[in-house]
């Protein structure tokens, strides 16, 4: 240990007097280890860390799943279900029901529409959140005991509730209810993300969701269970138990389909919260790892001119008795302290990636705010120093003859240095050419899918167009009252000065849908489709063209029924695939046949879940499930969210805003997470580039710098600079085009592999190889072009004479 250390000393002093070259490797070093330790921690933290919750390993969510008719089935979640499973608990030992929705804090100035989760008293016992002040739900507050009590999260106590330290006790209005605030929730709480991006800012007991539990035919999204299974009981065993029970009771209830069933579908705790987080983690893993490699190839090269450079000192060494272990202890030394500065500097880095990553992909992958610098960091970047260290000591050893260097000190002139072997040198470029291809093509799949994403147009107009949802509360009860409501605010609307257009809809065209089961003419199921309620001038609002036929007959009396239907032209052809669907019947139920009157284009809905999501039909607005506008802003226009309050209060104090979003943000926020790939993609292959750039230049320039002389013996016989750069280009363009052809193979593989095991959906297109081929080449050539014009734009004179 005193000779490491007296090595160490040493080292230290001998770096100090060579600051460009310990400058240039921890450089490097440090922006490449940062990148990984950053990327390391983010992929522990998600696949291989526990979850902060008691026996989280035998956590589960409950789903529930429908086919039909022998088809893949789909995700939709029944109430009954849920409720049968909760009060007939034989597989688990503890349960908590789940139903996300938003609601408006009525008592609040700004009536803000915050994320709530109805929630039984079970969900604090499973999870054991730390609380700031007072307590989550007891079991005298759970299930069916209709406390009105309520637990706040400690970001909303500080935005809506101004950190009120007296808050426990006291009421606050949600919807029509008021609430009895029993707890807020420690910060340092990592609520599970099951179901929405967004933490919830409010805990509401599960008797207070509006939603009828006896109906069937309401399928929700937003509703699920999670459990603790018992301890003699497997996920396999659980499943298929409860969707035995849950079929059977399925199966009981009146006007269910032939061929229809419903299964339980179970995930882990951990498996839901992640979801498919782990693709986006590992495809950024491996392109850290693949500048980690380039890196680690160009500092090979400076620590193998090192050794070089250090030859006359080391014979010097072994002829005073030196071993090779105390050469390789030499060089370990100077490896270590370089490779530590850099791992410190890197942890540093890391942090700062910790905080960008909260910054830019919050709501977009889970448990970033769990990310720190913990005990298995600190370890894997002392590893990673050590084993870089170790590395770079043991290659360059390996250029050393030991036998060879007493007898240096008997030489002088050219040629009797130490140099590195050409096919060294070959191999250096040959791997930095091709991980830097590997990645080049990797990031160019990426960012060109990517890219396609975020520039398709949506197919309507979303500039200067708002959707505006309401609250009407329990004041409107009959669906006449509803409408007449909806036509009252769209009159009012329509008079502002800065609203061009009013249409009313059920939902936002891109935020949101539910999805109706579409009959044929004999009342036989053609499949369930995505649908709207709109008005007649909806499609004129969107700019969202009617490409045949036309739109809904207008409303004169709230006794009309319009019995029409609009299909986008992806569902009229999958419908009457060989002929026009204008003018063909469907329906909803028998007594309501729905003539076709228009073929509405299609419209483009950024990452949708649904495989058919172009595929969807419209029917006459009435009130159902949501009341909501479509406002189409004069230019220049603005509608602010009081503005709208003002106007909802002029004919009802208790109405209130559900949602106001501009379609333009909407649009941003569904394309966020590909921007961010782009970005990332784009900035993890210009440092591939920079690196590989660097490296090649580095081992070309001092192959060149060992060929001086020749090259001065050339020029100086009259040969052609053009000539001479030609005859060097071509030799060194070899192990570039062999480093090149490996990095296809390489691509080819990884993309294979990906296909295999990652995203099937991963296309490999020719633009690929037209962008990295050119980009790739470019580089090496002036990598390769530098080193190169340096000696021949020199006096050859002073090439001959080695100055």
Not at 32 to 39: E, Q, R, S
Not at 326 to 340: N, Q, R, V
């Amino acid at each position: 240990m005193k000779a490491l250390i007296q090595e160490l000393k040493l080292a230290l002093h001998a770096l100090c007097r060579v600051t460009g070259f310990s400058t240039t490797i921890i450089t490097t070093l440090s922006l490449t280890l940062g990148a990984l330790i950053c990327i390391f921690n983010l992929n522990h933290l998600l696949l291989v860390k526990e979850l902060p919750y008691p026996d989280a390993e035998r956590l589960v969510v409950l789903k529930q799943l429908t086919k039909e008719q022998g088809k893949q089935g789909t995700s939709a979640q029944t109430l009954p279900g849920m409720m049968m499973w909760y009060k007939n608990q034989t597989e688990t030992s503890s349960m908590a029901l789940l139903y996300y929705a938003q609601q408006s804090i009525s008592d609040h100035a700004e009536q803000p529409r915050v994320q709530v989760a109805y929630t039984t008293a079970e969900y604090f016992s499973l999870l054991a959140p730390p609380m700031h002040l007072g307590r989550g739900f007891s079991d005298d507050e759970g299930f069916e005991q209709h406390r009105a009590v309520a637990v706040l999260s400690y970001a909303s106590w500080q935005q809506w509730f101004n950190r009120d330290p007296k808050i426990i006790g006291k009421q606050t209005q949600i919807g029509d209810t008021s609430f009895t605030i029993i707890g807020i929730s420690a910060e340092n709480f990592h609520e599970p993300r099951l179901h929405r991006s967004q933490d919830m800012a409010m805990f509401l007991p599960w008797d207070f969701q509006a939603n009828d539990v006896n109906d069937w035919g309401m399928r929700f999204g937003s509703v699920l269970a999670f459990a603790k299974l018992k301890s003699d009981v497997t996920m396999d065993q659980a499943s298929a138990n409860l969707s035995k029970s849950l079929n059977a009771l399925f199966l009981d209830q009146d006007n269910v389909k032939p061929g229809e069933s419903m299964s339980a579908e179970l995930q882990s705790f951990k498996g839901t919260i992640i979801g498919d987080s782990q693709n986006i983690t590992l495809t950024l893993l491996a392109g850290v790892i693949g500048l980690l490699l380039i890196a680690a190839t160009n500092v090979t090269n400076l620590f193998l001119s090192r050794a070089a450079q250090k030859q006359r000192t080391m014979a010097i060494q072994a002829a005073l008795g030196a071993k090779p272990g105390h050469l390789f202890t030499a060089m370990f030394a100077e490896s270590l302290i370089l490779c530590g500065v850099s791992a410190l500097i890197g942890l540093v880095i890391a942090g700062w990636g910790f905080v960008l990553l909260g910054e830019l992909a919050a709501g977009h992958l889970p448990r970033l705010n769990e990310l720190e610098l913990d005990a298995v960091t600190l370890l894997f970047s002392a590893f990673i120093a050590v084993a870089l260290a170790a590395l770079f000591a043991k290659l360059s050893s390996r250029v050393v003859n030991y036998e060879k260097l007493k007898e240096q000190l008997q030489c002088s002139g050219k040629g009797s240095g130490l140099q590195v072997s050409s096919s060294t040198r070959n191999l250096l470029v040959s791997s930095q050419v091709a991980l830097a291809s590997l990645l080049l093509m990797g990031g160019a799949v990426v960012i060109e899918q990517a890219v396609s994403t975020v520039l398709k147009p949506l197919g309507f107009n979303e500039n200067q167009l708002m959707h505006l949802r309401i609250d009407e509360g329990e004041s409107y009860t009959s669906n006449k009252q509803r409408n007449l409501l909806t036509l009252e605010i769209k009159e009012k609307l329509a008079r502002l000065p800065q609203v061009a257009q009013v249409s009313r809809s059920m939902s936002a065209p891109i935020d949101g849908s539910i999805s109706i089961r579409l009959n044929d003419v004999n009342q036989q199921p053609v499949g369930g489709y995505q649908v709207n309620l709109i008005d007649d001038n909806y499609f004129e609002t969107l700019q969202l063209p009617i490409t045949r036929g036309r739109t809904f007959t207008t409303e004169t009396s709230l006794d009309q029924d319009i019995l029409e239907i609009i299909l986008s032209e992806s569902l009229a052809r999958k419908l009457v695939p060989n002929g026009d669907a204008l003018g063909k019947t469907f329906q909803l139920n028998a007594r309501e046949p729905l003539k076709v009157v228009g073929i509405a284009a299609d419209y483009y809905v950024p990452n949708a879940k649904q495989k058919n999501s172009a595929e969807r039909y419209y029917l006459p607005f009435t009130s159902f499930i949501h009341l909501g506008f479509d406002i189409k802003l004069k230019a220049k226009g603005e509608l602010t969210k009081q503005q709208v309050i003002s106007l909802l209060k002029q004919i009802h104090p208790n109405i209130r805003i559900a949602k106001l979003d501009s379609l333009v943000a909407v649009h941003h926020e569904l394309i966020y997470r590909n921007k961010l790939a782009a970005g990332l993609a784009i900035a993890l292959t210009l440092l591939a580039l920079l690196l590989a750039a660097a490296g090649i230049y580095g081992v070309l320039n001092y192959s060149t710098q060992m060929r001086r002389y020749e090259l001065g013996i050339h020029l100086a016989l009259g040969a052609k600079t053009h000539t001479v750069m030609a005859r060097v280009l071509k030799e060194s363009f070899i192990p570039i085009a062999l480093g090149l052809l490996a990095g296809i193979v390489l691509a080819v593989l990884a993309y294979l592999v990906s296909r295999q095991y990652i995203a099937e959906e991963i296309e490999f297109d020719q633009l690929v190889f037209l962008v990295t081929f050119p980009v790739i080449l470019l580089t090496a050539f002036i990598s390769c072009y530098l080193p190169v014009r340096k000696i021949i734009m020199a006096d050859p004179v002073k090439a001959l004479r080695n100055e």
